[in-house]
Protein backbone atom coordinates (compact mmCIF):
# COMPACT_ATOMS: atom_id res chain seq x y z
CA UNK A 1 0.00 0.00 0.00
CA UNK A 2 1.65 3.75 -0.86
CA UNK A 3 1.99 6.07 1.47
CA UNK A 4 -0.92 8.38 -0.40
CA UNK A 5 -3.19 5.48 0.75
CA UNK A 6 -2.72 4.79 3.64
CA UNK A 7 -3.05 8.18 4.25
CA UNK A 8 -7.13 8.09 3.29
CA UNK A 9 -7.18 4.44 5.16
CA UNK A 10 -9.10 4.22 8.49
CA UNK A 11 -7.30 5.31 11.76
CA UNK A 12 -7.36 1.46 12.20
CA UNK A 13 -5.38 0.51 9.24
CA UNK A 14 -2.57 3.38 10.14
CA UNK A 15 -2.42 2.08 13.16
CA UNK A 16 -2.01 -1.61 12.55
CA UNK A 17 0.66 -0.35 10.03
CA UNK A 18 2.20 1.44 12.99
CA UNK A 19 2.19 -1.09 15.59
CA UNK A 20 3.68 -3.60 13.28
CA UNK A 21 6.26 -1.03 12.12
CA UNK A 22 5.47 -1.71 8.07
CA UNK A 23 5.34 2.50 8.68
CA UNK A 24 7.07 4.02 10.77
CA UNK A 25 5.26 7.11 12.88
CA UNK A 26 7.85 9.66 11.12
CA UNK A 27 7.35 8.20 7.55
CA UNK A 28 3.73 8.79 8.32
CA UNK A 29 3.45 12.07 9.46
CA UNK A 30 6.12 13.24 6.81
CA UNK A 31 3.48 12.11 4.31
CA UNK A 32 1.01 13.70 6.12
CA UNK A 33 2.67 17.14 5.96
CA UNK A 34 4.20 16.95 2.09
CA UNK A 35 0.04 16.56 1.72
CA UNK A 36 -1.00 19.04 3.90
CA UNK A 37 1.34 21.39 2.29
CA UNK A 38 0.03 20.24 -1.39
CA UNK A 39 -4.17 20.05 -0.42
CA UNK A 40 -4.05 22.59 2.30
CA UNK A 41 -4.17 26.17 0.38
CA UNK A 42 -7.37 24.30 -1.33
CA UNK A 43 -9.56 23.62 1.46
CA UNK A 44 -8.33 25.62 4.16
CA UNK A 45 -8.57 22.58 6.76
CA UNK A 46 -5.65 24.02 8.86
CA UNK A 47 -4.93 27.66 10.41
CA UNK A 48 -1.74 26.60 11.86
CA UNK A 49 0.55 23.40 11.07
CA UNK A 50 2.68 22.27 14.08
CA UNK A 51 5.26 20.38 11.81
CA UNK A 52 8.39 20.54 14.35
CA UNK A 53 5.85 18.77 17.29
CA UNK A 54 4.47 16.74 15.19
CA UNK A 55 8.10 15.26 13.69
CA UNK A 56 9.34 15.64 17.36
CA UNK A 57 6.10 13.43 18.74
CA UNK A 58 6.68 10.71 15.96
CA UNK A 59 10.31 10.47 16.62
CA UNK A 60 9.44 9.59 19.58
CA UNK A 61 6.62 7.47 19.14
CA UNK A 62 8.97 5.47 16.90
CA UNK A 63 11.20 5.16 19.84
CA UNK A 64 8.71 4.14 22.12
CA UNK A 65 7.30 1.62 19.67
CA UNK A 66 10.63 0.37 18.82
CA UNK A 67 11.18 -0.38 22.46
CA UNK A 68 7.94 -2.36 23.26
CA UNK A 69 6.45 0.36 24.86
CA UNK A 70 3.29 0.29 23.18
CA UNK A 71 0.70 3.00 23.83
CA UNK A 72 -2.13 1.49 21.90
CA UNK A 73 -3.76 2.43 18.77
CA UNK A 74 -3.45 5.77 18.78
CA UNK A 75 -0.02 5.53 19.19
CA UNK A 76 2.00 7.17 16.27
CA UNK A 77 -0.98 8.56 14.64
CA UNK A 78 -1.08 11.55 12.99
CA UNK A 79 -4.35 13.26 14.21
CA UNK A 80 -5.65 16.87 13.90
CA UNK A 81 -7.52 18.85 16.19
CA UNK A 82 -9.93 21.73 16.00
CA UNK A 83 -8.35 25.06 17.19
CA UNK A 84 -10.79 25.39 19.81
CA UNK A 85 -8.71 23.31 21.84
CA UNK A 86 -5.78 25.28 23.92
CA UNK A 87 -2.61 23.96 23.08
CA UNK A 88 0.70 25.24 25.73
CA UNK A 89 2.56 27.32 22.89
CA UNK A 90 0.68 26.80 19.89
CA UNK A 91 -1.80 29.55 19.14
CA UNK A 92 -5.02 28.86 19.17
CA UNK A 93 -7.36 31.26 17.25
CA UNK A 94 -10.78 30.00 18.08
CA UNK A 95 -11.33 30.86 14.70
CA UNK A 96 -11.43 34.54 14.90
CA UNK A 97 -8.72 37.62 13.81
CA UNK A 98 -9.54 38.57 17.71
CA UNK A 99 -6.68 35.78 18.89
CA UNK A 100 -5.00 35.58 16.07
CA UNK A 101 -1.87 35.86 18.37
CA UNK A 102 -2.87 34.10 21.30
CA UNK A 103 -0.90 31.73 23.01
CA UNK A 104 -2.14 29.30 26.25
CA UNK A 105 -0.34 28.27 28.49
CA UNK A 106 -1.26 25.09 29.13
CA UNK A 107 -2.89 22.18 27.41
CA UNK A 108 -6.64 21.47 27.22
CA UNK A 109 -7.14 18.21 28.85
CA UNK A 110 -8.18 15.93 25.74
CA UNK A 111 -4.47 17.66 24.17
CA UNK A 112 -3.15 16.08 27.09
CA UNK A 113 -5.28 12.91 26.92
CA UNK A 114 -3.94 12.64 23.35
CA UNK A 115 -0.74 12.94 23.87
CA UNK A 116 -0.50 10.35 26.61
CA UNK A 117 -2.27 7.87 23.97
CA UNK A 118 0.71 8.80 21.64
CA UNK A 119 -1.03 10.23 18.89
CA UNK A 120 0.61 13.18 16.65
CA UNK A 121 -0.67 16.71 16.79
CA UNK A 122 -0.71 17.65 13.19
CA UNK A 123 -2.02 21.17 13.62
CA UNK A 124 -5.17 23.39 14.69
CA UNK A 125 -7.65 23.11 12.36
CA UNK A 126 -10.25 25.83 11.02
CA UNK A 127 -13.26 26.51 12.65
CA UNK A 128 -16.58 29.36 12.46
CA UNK A 129 -16.22 31.72 14.78
CA UNK A 130 -15.79 31.30 18.13
CA UNK A 131 -17.61 27.67 17.17
CA UNK A 132 -20.71 29.36 15.98
CA UNK A 133 -22.43 29.06 12.59
CA UNK A 134 -22.63 31.51 10.25
CA UNK A 135 -19.05 33.30 9.52
CA UNK A 136 -19.40 34.44 6.40
CA UNK A 137 -15.87 36.05 5.98
CA UNK A 138 -13.56 33.75 7.80
CA UNK A 139 -10.19 35.30 9.07
CA UNK A 140 -7.98 32.16 7.49
CA UNK A 141 -9.68 31.16 4.46
CA UNK A 142 -12.98 29.91 3.97
CA UNK A 143 -13.01 25.09 4.52
CA UNK A 144 -13.87 24.04 1.67
CA UNK A 145 -15.77 20.95 1.16
CA UNK A 146 -13.35 18.37 -0.72
CA UNK A 147 -16.22 16.64 -2.34
CA UNK A 148 -17.24 20.34 -3.61
CA UNK A 149 -14.76 23.02 -3.07
CA UNK A 150 -17.66 25.31 -3.76
CA UNK A 151 -19.01 24.24 -0.78
CA UNK A 152 -19.29 24.55 2.52
CA UNK A 153 -17.51 21.95 5.08
CA UNK A 154 -19.81 22.00 7.50
CA UNK A 155 -20.69 23.97 10.70
CA UNK A 156 -19.10 24.77 12.81
CA UNK A 157 -15.95 21.91 12.99
CA UNK A 158 -15.64 22.76 9.16
CA UNK A 159 -11.61 22.10 9.37
CA UNK A 160 -11.55 18.96 10.72
CA UNK A 161 -14.19 17.85 8.55
CA UNK A 162 -12.47 19.27 5.64
CA UNK A 163 -8.96 17.85 6.67
CA UNK A 164 -10.16 14.27 7.21
CA UNK A 165 -12.07 13.96 3.68
CA UNK A 166 -9.25 15.63 1.86
CA UNK A 167 -6.91 12.98 3.30
CA UNK A 168 -4.80 15.34 6.19
CA UNK A 169 -5.15 13.78 9.01
CA UNK A 170 -6.01 9.92 10.26
CA UNK A 171 -8.96 11.23 12.63
CA UNK A 172 -9.50 14.97 14.54
CA UNK A 173 -11.22 16.03 17.38
CA UNK A 174 -13.27 19.03 16.77
CA UNK A 175 -16.29 20.43 19.04
CA UNK A 176 -20.64 19.60 19.29
CA UNK A 177 -22.24 22.36 21.09
CA UNK A 178 -25.38 22.06 18.85
CA UNK A 179 -24.55 19.97 15.48
CA UNK A 180 -20.76 21.06 14.96
CA UNK A 181 -19.24 17.72 14.88
CA UNK A 182 -22.36 15.99 13.18
CA UNK A 183 -22.77 18.73 10.60
CA UNK A 184 -19.17 17.85 9.38
CA UNK A 185 -19.46 14.65 9.29
CA UNK A 186 -22.73 14.42 7.58
CA UNK A 187 -21.62 16.73 4.26
CA UNK A 188 -18.64 15.52 4.23
CA UNK A 189 -18.76 11.89 4.44
CA UNK A 190 -17.47 10.76 7.72
CA UNK A 191 -18.72 10.03 11.28
CA UNK A 192 -18.78 12.87 13.10
CA UNK A 193 -19.67 11.40 17.20
CA UNK A 194 -21.27 14.16 19.79
CA UNK A 195 -20.67 12.58 23.73
CA UNK A 196 -23.22 12.61 26.15
CA UNK A 197 -23.08 15.96 27.85
CA UNK A 198 -20.08 15.20 30.12
CA UNK A 199 -18.54 12.64 28.74
CA UNK A 200 -15.31 14.28 27.79
CA UNK A 201 -13.67 17.40 29.89
CA UNK A 202 -14.38 21.10 28.50
CA UNK A 203 -11.09 21.77 30.56
CA UNK A 204 -9.02 23.97 27.76
CA UNK A 205 -11.94 24.00 25.50
CA UNK A 206 -12.77 27.84 24.30
CA UNK A 207 -16.35 28.77 25.17
CA UNK A 208 -19.20 28.08 23.12
CA UNK A 209 -22.55 27.33 25.69
CA UNK A 210 -21.00 26.05 28.31
CA UNK A 211 -24.15 23.47 29.01
CA UNK A 212 -23.82 22.35 25.53
CA UNK A 213 -20.05 22.35 24.24
CA UNK A 214 -18.39 18.62 24.11
CA UNK A 215 -14.82 17.80 22.20
CA UNK A 216 -15.99 15.44 19.72
CA UNK A 217 -14.31 12.86 17.51
CA UNK A 218 -14.61 12.52 13.64
CA UNK A 219 -13.26 9.80 11.79
CA UNK A 220 -13.51 7.92 8.87
CA UNK A 221 -15.34 4.75 10.56
CA UNK A 222 -17.67 4.08 13.74
CA UNK A 223 -14.27 2.21 14.87
CA UNK A 224 -12.25 4.74 14.17
CA UNK A 225 -14.70 7.27 16.52
CA UNK A 226 -14.75 4.43 18.91
CA UNK A 227 -11.21 4.72 19.14
CA UNK A 228 -10.99 8.25 20.01
CA UNK A 229 -13.29 8.84 22.13
CA UNK A 230 -11.59 5.50 24.30
CA UNK A 231 -8.72 8.17 24.01
CA UNK A 232 -10.09 11.48 24.97
CA UNK A 233 -13.60 10.13 27.31
CA UNK A 234 -13.57 10.35 30.86
CA UNK A 235 -13.86 12.45 34.34
CA UNK A 236 -11.31 15.18 34.65
CA UNK A 237 -11.37 17.06 38.01
CA UNK A 238 -10.52 20.51 35.87
CA UNK A 239 -14.06 19.83 34.64
CA UNK A 240 -16.73 20.51 37.30
CA UNK A 241 -19.57 19.34 35.43
CA UNK A 242 -17.16 16.06 33.78
CA UNK A 243 -18.78 12.49 34.71
CA UNK A 244 -17.12 10.28 37.06
CA UNK A 245 -19.75 7.54 34.55
CA UNK A 246 -17.00 4.69 33.91
CA UNK A 247 -15.74 4.66 30.31
CA UNK A 248 -16.72 1.38 28.28
CA UNK A 249 -14.43 -0.10 25.82
CA UNK A 250 -16.02 1.57 23.04
CA UNK A 251 -14.43 -1.31 20.46
CA UNK A 252 -16.18 -3.89 23.05
CA UNK A 253 -19.34 -4.32 20.71
CA UNK A 254 -18.63 -2.81 17.60
CA UNK A 255 -19.40 -6.79 15.81
CA UNK A 256 -22.16 -7.80 17.81
CA UNK A 257 -24.68 -6.80 15.00
CA UNK A 258 -28.06 -5.20 16.06
CA UNK A 259 -30.52 -7.48 15.97
CA UNK A 260 -33.48 -7.42 18.17
CA UNK A 261 -32.52 -3.41 18.89
CA UNK A 262 -35.11 -1.10 19.01
CA UNK A 263 -35.10 1.82 17.01
CA UNK A 264 -37.65 5.12 16.90
CA UNK A 265 -37.72 7.05 13.77
CA UNK A 266 -38.57 10.43 14.82
CA UNK A 267 -41.86 11.41 13.49
CA UNK A 268 -41.37 15.33 13.44
CA UNK A 269 -38.30 14.75 11.37
CA UNK A 270 -39.27 12.61 8.87
CA UNK A 271 -38.35 14.37 5.43
CA UNK A 272 -41.10 15.71 3.69
CA UNK A 273 -41.93 16.41 -0.20
CA UNK A 274 -39.94 20.04 0.25
CA UNK A 275 -36.44 18.12 0.99
CA UNK A 276 -34.43 17.23 -1.49
CA UNK A 277 -35.46 13.95 -3.30
CA UNK A 278 -31.57 11.97 -3.04
CA UNK A 279 -31.13 12.56 0.46
CA UNK A 280 -34.74 11.52 1.93
CA UNK A 281 -33.95 8.94 -0.13
CA UNK A 282 -30.93 7.62 1.08
CA UNK A 283 -32.15 8.26 4.78
CA UNK A 284 -34.79 6.11 3.84
CA UNK A 285 -32.34 3.17 2.32
CA UNK A 286 -30.50 3.87 5.70
CA UNK A 287 -33.03 2.40 7.79
CA UNK A 288 -34.48 0.16 5.67
CA UNK A 289 -30.45 -1.31 6.04
CA UNK A 290 -30.76 -1.44 9.93
CA UNK A 291 -33.85 -2.99 9.66
CA UNK A 292 -32.54 -5.77 7.31
CA UNK A 293 -29.47 -6.07 9.88
CA UNK A 294 -32.22 -7.65 12.23
CA UNK A 295 -33.25 -4.29 14.48
CA UNK A 296 -37.71 -3.32 15.04
CA UNK A 297 -37.72 0.14 13.77
CA UNK A 298 -40.95 2.04 14.53
CA UNK A 299 -42.27 5.41 14.22
CA UNK A 300 -41.73 7.66 17.59
CA UNK A 301 -43.24 11.20 18.32
CA UNK A 302 -41.42 13.44 20.29
CA UNK A 303 -43.53 16.89 19.80
CA UNK A 304 -41.12 19.42 21.46
CA UNK A 305 -38.35 18.95 19.09
CA UNK A 306 -40.01 21.32 16.40
CA UNK A 307 -39.12 23.97 19.19
CA UNK A 308 -35.51 22.81 19.61
CA UNK A 309 -34.30 25.08 16.62
CA UNK A 310 -35.66 28.34 18.70
CA UNK A 311 -34.72 26.89 22.21
CA UNK A 312 -31.12 26.34 21.13
CA UNK A 313 -30.69 29.77 19.78
CA UNK A 314 -32.38 31.40 22.83
CA UNK A 315 -29.70 29.68 24.96
CA UNK A 316 -26.60 28.73 23.26
CA UNK A 317 -26.54 31.74 22.18
CA UNK A 318 -27.24 33.87 24.84
CA UNK A 319 -24.49 32.06 26.62
CA UNK A 320 -21.96 32.90 23.59
CA UNK A 321 -23.12 36.24 24.18
CA UNK A 322 -22.46 36.45 27.75
CA UNK A 323 -18.84 34.77 26.99
CA UNK A 324 -18.04 37.99 24.86
CA UNK A 325 -19.73 40.40 26.55
CA UNK A 326 -16.43 42.47 26.78
CA UNK A 327 -15.36 41.59 23.56
CA UNK A 328 -18.74 42.57 22.28
CA UNK A 329 -18.30 45.97 24.03
CA UNK A 330 -14.63 47.03 23.27
CA UNK A 331 -14.05 45.17 19.98
CA UNK A 332 -17.12 44.08 18.13
CA UNK A 333 -15.70 45.42 14.76
CA UNK A 334 -12.94 42.17 15.44
CA UNK A 335 -15.81 39.91 15.15
CA UNK A 336 -16.94 38.51 11.60
CA UNK A 337 -19.99 40.34 10.18
CA UNK A 338 -22.31 37.44 10.36
CA UNK A 339 -20.90 36.40 14.67
CA UNK A 340 -21.27 39.54 15.57
CA UNK A 341 -24.81 40.03 14.18
CA UNK A 342 -26.07 36.74 16.15
CA UNK A 343 -23.84 37.48 19.25
CA UNK A 344 -25.34 41.23 19.27
CA UNK A 345 -29.10 39.97 18.38
CA UNK A 346 -28.81 37.21 21.81
CA UNK A 347 -27.31 39.96 23.61
CA UNK A 348 -30.64 41.38 23.64
CA UNK A 349 -32.87 38.84 24.69
CA UNK A 350 -34.57 39.36 28.15
CA UNK A 351 -33.65 36.49 30.83
CA UNK A 352 -36.91 35.95 31.77
CA UNK A 353 -37.26 34.72 27.81
CA UNK A 354 -33.97 32.90 28.47
CA UNK A 355 -35.51 31.26 31.92
CA UNK A 356 -38.49 30.40 30.01
CA UNK A 357 -36.43 28.64 27.09
CA UNK A 358 -34.27 26.40 29.64
CA UNK A 359 -37.49 25.26 31.76
CA UNK A 360 -38.74 23.93 28.23
CA UNK A 361 -35.52 22.32 27.37
CA UNK A 362 -36.31 20.53 30.39
CA UNK A 363 -39.49 19.93 28.95
CA UNK A 364 -37.79 18.37 25.74
CA UNK A 365 -35.22 16.71 27.66
CA UNK A 366 -37.40 14.84 29.49
CA UNK A 367 -39.72 13.81 26.64
CA UNK A 368 -36.36 12.53 24.72
CA UNK A 369 -35.27 10.47 27.80
CA UNK A 370 -38.70 8.94 28.36
CA UNK A 371 -38.94 7.87 24.52
CA UNK A 372 -35.23 6.77 24.65
CA UNK A 373 -36.53 4.32 27.62
CA UNK A 374 -38.67 2.33 25.02
CA UNK A 375 -35.69 2.01 22.68
CA UNK A 376 -32.11 1.64 22.39
CA UNK A 377 -31.49 4.00 19.87
CA UNK A 378 -33.64 7.03 17.84
CA UNK A 379 -33.12 7.76 13.93
CA UNK A 380 -33.66 11.18 12.20
CA UNK A 381 -32.10 12.78 8.94
CA UNK A 382 -28.74 15.29 9.43
CA UNK A 383 -30.61 18.09 7.15
CA UNK A 384 -33.41 18.13 4.48
CA UNK A 385 -30.91 18.82 1.86
CA UNK A 386 -26.93 18.28 1.12
CA UNK A 387 -24.33 20.55 1.81
CA UNK A 388 -25.19 24.66 1.00
CA UNK A 389 -22.38 26.61 -1.43
CA UNK A 390 -20.31 28.69 0.45
CA UNK A 391 -21.86 31.78 -1.08
CA UNK A 392 -25.61 30.67 -0.03
CA UNK A 393 -24.01 30.36 3.56
CA UNK A 394 -22.69 33.54 3.46
CA UNK A 395 -25.45 34.97 2.37
CA UNK A 396 -26.85 38.35 5.17
CA UNK A 397 -30.12 37.41 6.33
CA UNK A 398 -32.65 40.14 4.99
CA UNK A 399 -35.60 39.63 6.14
CA UNK A 400 -37.22 38.31 9.48
CA UNK A 401 -38.49 34.67 7.07
CA UNK A 402 -35.04 34.39 6.44
CA UNK A 403 -33.92 34.38 9.82
CA UNK A 404 -36.63 31.75 10.84
CA UNK A 405 -35.84 29.47 7.59
CA UNK A 406 -32.35 29.74 8.04
CA UNK A 407 -31.83 29.86 11.75
CA UNK A 408 -34.59 27.71 13.36
CA UNK A 409 -36.20 24.72 11.15
CA UNK A 410 -32.88 23.67 9.94
CA UNK A 411 -31.09 23.51 13.54
CA UNK A 412 -34.46 20.94 14.93
CA UNK A 413 -32.18 18.10 13.36
CA UNK A 414 -28.89 18.13 16.03
CA UNK A 415 -29.99 20.63 18.56
CA UNK A 416 -32.19 18.65 20.42
CA UNK A 417 -29.65 15.97 21.30
CA UNK A 418 -27.50 18.82 22.01
CA UNK A 419 -30.16 20.20 24.54
CA UNK A 420 -30.91 17.64 26.33
CA UNK A 421 -27.44 16.21 26.84
CA UNK A 422 -27.02 13.41 25.13
CA UNK A 423 -25.43 11.28 22.46
CA UNK A 424 -25.79 11.33 18.87
CA UNK A 425 -23.44 10.46 15.72
CA UNK A 426 -23.79 10.94 12.18
CA UNK A 427 -23.26 8.54 9.91
CA UNK A 428 -22.60 8.51 5.72
CA UNK A 429 -25.68 7.19 4.11
CA UNK A 430 -25.32 8.09 0.48
CA UNK A 431 -24.89 10.61 -2.32
CA UNK A 432 -26.74 13.26 -4.04
CA UNK A 433 -26.91 13.19 -7.26
CA UNK A 434 -23.90 15.94 -7.46
CA UNK A 435 -22.17 13.31 -5.65
CA UNK A 436 -22.53 15.55 -2.32
CA UNK A 437 -22.21 13.15 0.77
CA UNK A 438 -25.57 12.46 2.85
CA UNK A 439 -25.41 10.68 6.21
CA UNK A 440 -28.43 10.33 8.59
CA UNK A 441 -28.44 10.44 12.66
CA UNK A 442 -28.50 7.78 15.23
CA UNK A 443 -29.16 9.50 18.73
CA UNK A 444 -29.38 7.46 22.25
CA UNK A 445 -29.48 7.63 26.23
CA UNK A 446 -27.01 9.30 28.27
CA UNK A 447 -23.94 7.55 28.27
CA UNK A 448 -24.99 4.95 25.33
CA UNK A 449 -22.41 5.93 22.85
CA UNK A 450 -21.44 2.13 22.53
CA UNK A 451 -24.99 1.84 21.28
CA UNK A 452 -24.52 4.10 18.86
CA UNK A 453 -21.19 3.32 17.62
CA UNK A 454 -22.36 -0.37 17.28
CA UNK A 455 -25.49 0.80 15.20
CA UNK A 456 -22.89 2.67 12.81
CA UNK A 457 -20.46 -0.18 13.00
CA UNK A 458 -23.53 -3.05 12.26
CA UNK A 459 -24.70 -0.43 9.54
CA UNK A 460 -21.31 -0.06 8.01
CA UNK A 461 -20.67 -3.91 7.41
CA UNK A 462 -23.83 -3.74 4.72
CA UNK A 463 -22.90 -0.30 2.91
CA UNK A 464 -20.07 1.15 1.58
CA UNK A 465 -20.52 4.70 1.74
CA UNK A 466 -17.98 5.55 4.35
CA UNK A 467 -15.12 3.99 2.00
CA UNK A 468 -15.63 6.55 -0.70
CA UNK A 469 -13.29 9.13 -1.42
CA UNK A 470 -13.38 12.64 -2.47
CA UNK A 471 -12.32 13.85 -5.88
CA UNK A 472 -10.03 16.32 -4.39
CA UNK A 473 -7.73 13.02 -3.62
CA UNK B 1 -46.36 31.29 11.78
CA UNK B 2 -46.72 33.46 14.61
CA UNK B 3 -46.52 37.16 14.77
CA UNK B 4 -44.52 38.65 17.24
CA UNK B 5 -44.63 42.10 18.54
CA UNK B 6 -43.62 44.94 16.46
CA UNK B 7 -40.12 46.06 16.87
CA UNK B 8 -38.34 48.59 14.74
CA UNK B 9 -34.66 48.87 14.21
CA UNK B 10 -35.05 51.98 16.27
CA UNK B 11 -36.10 49.86 19.46
CA UNK B 12 -33.21 47.61 18.60
CA UNK B 13 -30.58 50.37 18.59
CA UNK B 14 -32.53 51.69 21.80
CA UNK B 15 -32.22 48.48 23.48
CA UNK B 16 -28.35 48.20 22.75
CA UNK B 17 -27.50 51.14 23.54
CA UNK B 18 -29.28 50.61 27.08
CA UNK B 19 -26.91 48.19 27.32
CA UNK B 20 -23.64 49.47 26.32
CA UNK B 21 -23.68 47.89 22.99
CA UNK B 22 -23.46 49.88 19.52
CA UNK B 23 -24.75 48.56 16.81
CA UNK B 24 -23.82 49.84 13.16
CA UNK B 25 -26.13 51.10 10.20
CA UNK B 26 -24.79 48.06 8.45
CA UNK B 27 -25.59 45.99 10.87
CA UNK B 28 -29.10 46.49 12.45
CA UNK B 29 -31.02 45.46 10.01
CA UNK B 30 -30.17 42.06 10.16
CA UNK B 31 -29.64 42.41 13.93
CA UNK B 32 -33.79 43.25 14.12
CA UNK B 33 -34.62 40.54 12.03
CA UNK B 34 -32.59 38.38 14.36
CA UNK B 35 -34.52 39.57 17.84
CA UNK B 36 -37.60 39.99 16.01
CA UNK B 37 -37.95 35.98 14.45
CA UNK B 38 -36.32 34.54 17.95
CA UNK B 39 -38.89 36.24 20.00
CA UNK B 40 -41.61 35.45 17.59
CA UNK B 41 -40.62 31.97 17.50
CA UNK B 42 -40.54 31.83 21.51
CA UNK B 43 -43.84 32.76 21.67
CA UNK B 44 -44.44 29.27 20.63
CA UNK B 45 -43.49 28.64 24.62
CA UNK B 46 -46.82 30.20 25.75
CA UNK B 47 -48.81 26.72 25.35
CA UNK B 48 -46.40 24.53 27.49
CA UNK B 49 -46.27 23.75 30.74
CA UNK B 50 -43.42 25.70 31.74
CA UNK B 51 -44.20 25.77 35.56
CA UNK B 52 -43.93 22.11 35.93
CA UNK B 53 -39.74 22.34 34.75
CA UNK B 54 -37.02 23.59 36.28
CA UNK B 55 -34.68 25.54 34.47
CA UNK B 56 -32.11 23.26 34.58
CA UNK B 57 -29.42 23.36 32.16
CA UNK B 58 -27.39 20.56 33.72
CA UNK B 59 -29.10 16.85 33.93
CA UNK B 60 -28.44 15.76 37.12
CA UNK B 61 -27.96 11.91 36.29
CA UNK B 62 -24.90 13.50 33.96
CA UNK B 63 -23.54 16.23 35.74
CA UNK B 64 -20.89 14.94 38.07
CA UNK B 65 -22.20 11.66 38.53
Known sequence: ?473 | MTTGPDISSEDISLMARVLGLSITPADLPEVTHRVTALLDQLQRLDGLDLESADPSAIFPKEAGA
Open chain 1, 1 to 473: MTDEALLLAPLTEQAEALRTRGISAVELTQAYLQRIERLNPKVLAYITVSSDLALAQARAADAEIASGCYRGPLHGVPVGVKDQLFTKGLRTTGGSALLRDFLPDYDATVITKLQQAGAVLLGKQNMEEFALRGTRNHPYGDPRNPWDLTRIAGHSSSGSGAALAAGLCAAAVGEDTGGSIRNPGNVCNLVGLRPTFGRVSRHGLLQGSWSMDQASPIGRTAEDCALMLQAIAGHDPADALSSAQPTPDYRAGLQAGIRGLRLGVIRELKLDGSADPDVRAAVEGAIAALQGLGASVEEISLPLINLAGPLFVAIADTDAAAVHYQRLREHPEGFDQGTRSRLLAASLLPAGLYARAQRARTLLRNQMVQALGRFDAVISPMSARPALTLEEEAAPMATKEEVLRRQFASRNYTTPFALAGLPAASIPCGFSRDRLPIGFQVGAGPFAEATILRIAAAYQTVTDWHTQRAPLN
